[in-house]
């Protein structure tokens, strides 16, 4: 049997929430990890970690855009005037895995673009693959983010962009930051897509290139304000230049200037809920499918579980799971209950 | 019994690329080395030099004196070239971000010497725009680079008419992986956008130019496949002088000739029966001096055991007198091309020519070079042709004698010594370095330092030509990380763009399909019992930008399944344990090349501890002595790699079972 090490998820919170970075990391591995006993301590570390917290707290960026677009270099000029105004940031950065019948392995290198050369206590980035999930960002996202803002002043989720399938960033970033690349066809077919309701903030990057950014820029501004949009937010459109440091510090103000506008208007809890329920019911049917969430009532009855525990739904979230197991061990052959878990290796080696 | 007849041709420039520990020592052997008939000198400078810091500063912990000699300030320079007439002698630098400071610090002794630096004549490398692709010592961004290089390039034209300002490198490429069409055209590119950027200067008279043109040298590799190598010497010939008239319209031919120096393939050296390498190095040697046309204007041959550690005098010495049985015993100098007019050679020729053609428009078509390495097209196609040589290897379709076929060998006289056949630096050498370094800080003229130094920070910010204020600098006193770090303050310091997201065809360059499989099997069952994907990180600690090895690993371990975080390279130990824990790897992967491991390693390790992190598994891989493998498995690596294990596919499952046996699961039976 491995000796897996699995941290006892109480004092493991408490130390999260003190801002030890060696218990954010075992935090994360933990939310990571699927063996069964690792699935219940994370349900428990969530727990504790929302316990007592206000959904009012930190700020949850979500960046994206297509690929070579700069995002990195322009989440580390981001990162560099967070820092020197005093504020912490934890990362995560997502980045495609290759497909499952080619080992679904995945190179990680955003790390190289985002850290600075000197060593800095205020930073922390943890790299992801995105394990070929559809919508482009992994599911351990969401639960991740959550840890690192108990810790860090500023969470940043950044992930790759196609154009048509970043309907998940908006299910985990309270603010959303489209970078679009000057004359790129990528840029025209996300405003074509329609997924242009989903950005509260658009960077043009590589502003140095002159005419074709500013193009770029006139075809967003006359896309991104709809009349289906929030009202009282402007959706700015701003040119910057990541590597030149050119137009950072008025794109970096619009981040503050959203959150306080959602805060403002009472939406930041209201977003965190829905986004924490959108997850819940994503997970639930990645791992059973419409069949199993018919099997608990569908949608309508998952909606009102999770209405009752607004606060907590990691809790709700593995309370339903585990009542969806116990269905399909009753309508099913027990051992094609969940593809999720591997406790034999045996069979694969 | 025939007396060699007298009009033979002069010899090629005969060198040793060298030096090691300190100035010092490093002049005592160049005076050996040109006492034993070496006609020029080649100084290889370490890491710290090379990357624009001092010996004292943190990131040169350890990289002080190994893989070259520390050059921290002029009094180093003086004692480096003690006793040698500066003026009669020809001397190559390999130095490339820093080659305008070390470029003044030689004008500045010679001018401290009374030398007229018209005098002056040899080579700077200066190709800083191959080190993205390759070395991996660049420091600043491409734009700077490339005015660097036009500064230099505009100064000695007019102050040092003798020197080879820039030597545009295809020997990195080939060792990165390049086809001889790559290695043509992708030279012949960045010859194009260095001499673009002179010309866009204004700095240089329309008729001038040619000479300009003149001054550009290559430094040029040659490996075993000596027919094709040749024949890609005289396509780069024929190229360059097609290309310096219809694009720089140069008349004179004289001034459009193919001038290069070579060092001869280091990749294809082998660990396994390192004697084998004699013959190599001959065979390639042969491959630059017998075409005429094509021939070498200086040649530095590698010693026969590079690939196990640092060559001793007596390698070095054995390297110089292949070249001079060739120079001085064959009959190849009596001859005019022996190649011209066969039908062979020229068909051979022609098909180079037309694949490094296309390759050029192709590369032209995406805005040059510049913007080819930035997008990252060339560094893929590098990687990819090197995954195909490791395959065709691994597959045993390129055949290496004593690595992948004919391994059976009686035990060798030359490597049973007690100093395992290679020398060790002197251990004392860094914490000497720094010692005079600091003393040499406290005698200067502070003054004159920081007028020095703020010229220099101007005419960086004004354009200026950073020559000048440079030379200003070494004759002043001013330390190689004052200059390095002044023009970091103006200039930035480069990030590679890309980092490896290389997309390659992976049914192409996978190895035996069969094996990969039955590896990703056991990667993702490994990962399923420790309840995630397997993670791993790679990086560089220390200064050696050497990447290509780094890159393959985490290349291969991607194609097998692992989710690989692929730092880069000049890490500090603490920047890796720290991402060894914000990550959450299952193992560390380190590589060195520089020799500097055991003090790295062992930084690398305490600061796991630290951390926390000492249950998770280091490797490591580089050139590292047999008996340094050792003492660092008895420090806790659980596996050093060194060139002699060619088969990735054999160092993934190593590394698989590595990873199981730290999470307590059984290893798993070989896949051969």
Known sequence: MPQVHLPDPEQLASRILRGERAAVAAGLNLLDNKLAEARNRSTRLLAALADGRSLNDGHLIGVTGPPGAGKSSLVAAMIREWRLSGRTVGVLAVDPSSRPELGGG???????????????????????????????????????????????????????????????????????????????????????????????????????????????????????????????????????????????????????????????????????????????????????????????????????????????????????????????????????????????????? | MVAARKNRDQPWLMRTYSGHSSAKASNALYRTNLAKGQTGLSVAFDLPTQTGYDADSPLARGEVGKVGVPISHIEDMDQLFDQIPLDQMNTSMTINATAAWLLSLYIGLAQRRGIDPKKLSGTTQNDIIKEYLSRGTYIYPPGPSMRLIADTITYTVKHVPKWNPTNVCSYHLQEAGASPVQELAYALCTAMAVLDRVKASGEIKPDEFPQVVERISFFVNAGIRFVEECCKLRAFGEMWDELTLARYKVEDPKLRRFRYGVQVNSLGLTEPQPENNVQRIVLEMLAVVLSKRARARAIQLPAWNEAMGLPRPWDQQWALRMQQVMAFETDLLEYADILDGSPVIAAKVSELIEGARREIENVEAQGGIIAAIESGYIKRELVGSHMNRLRAIESGDLKIIGVNCFQETAESPLTGGSDGAIMKTNPAAEREQIERLQAHRKSRNGDEVGAALQGLTDAAKSGDNIMPSSIRCAVAGVTTGEWGDSLRKVFGEFRPPTGIDIAIDSREVLGKRDQVTDLRARVASTGNAVGRPLKLLVGKPGLDGHSNGAEQVAVKARDVGFEVVYDGIRLTPQQIAQAAQEEGVHMVGLSILSGSHMELVESVLQELRLRDLANVPVIVGGIVPREDAEKLTALGVKAVYTPKDFNLNAIMEDMVNVIRESNGLARLASLH
């Not at chain 1, 739904?313 to 099913?332: A, D, G, P, T």
Request: hydrophobic letters at 40%.
């Open chain 1, 106 to 349: 995945a190179l990680l290198g955003d790390r190289i673009r985002i850290k600075n050369s000197s060593h800095d206590e205020g930073l922390f980035i943890r790299s992801l693959a995105n394990r070929n999930q559809l919508g482009g960002v992994a599911i351990e996202v969401w639960p991740m983010s959550w840890l690192l803002s108990a810790c860090f002043d500023i969470v940043v989720i950044e992930t790759v962009g196609v154009g048509q399938t970043e309907i998940d960033i908006a299910e985990i970033g309270d603010t959303v930051c489209y970078v679009a690349q000057p004359a790129s066809g990528d840029t025209i077919q996300y405003l074509k897509s329609g997924i242009i309701e989903i950005p509260d903030i658009f960077a043009v990057n590589k502003c140095d290139l002159g005419a074709p950014a500013r193009k770029t820029a006139s075809e967003i501004s006359r896309s991104a304000p709809r009349q289906d949009r929030r009202d009282d937010w402007d959706y700015p459109v701003c040119l910057v230049s990541a590597t030149m440091n050119t137009g950072i510090t008025p794109f970096h103000k619009h981040f503050d200037r959203h959150r306080k506008f959602l805060a403002d208007a009472g939406l930041l809890d209201k977003l965190r809920i829905r986004h924490q329920s959108a997850w819940v019911v994503r997970l639930l049917k990645e791992e059973f499918g419409t069949f199993g969430l018919e099997l608990i009532g569908g949608h309508a009855v998952i909606g009102e579980h999770l209405g009752k525990n607004q606060y907590n739904q990691f809790e709700e979230y593995e309370r339903m799971r585990k009542h969806i197991l116990s269905r399909f061990m009753s309508v099913n052959q027990p051992s094609s209950s969940t593809k999720k878990e591997h406790p034999d290796e045996q069979a694969t080696v």
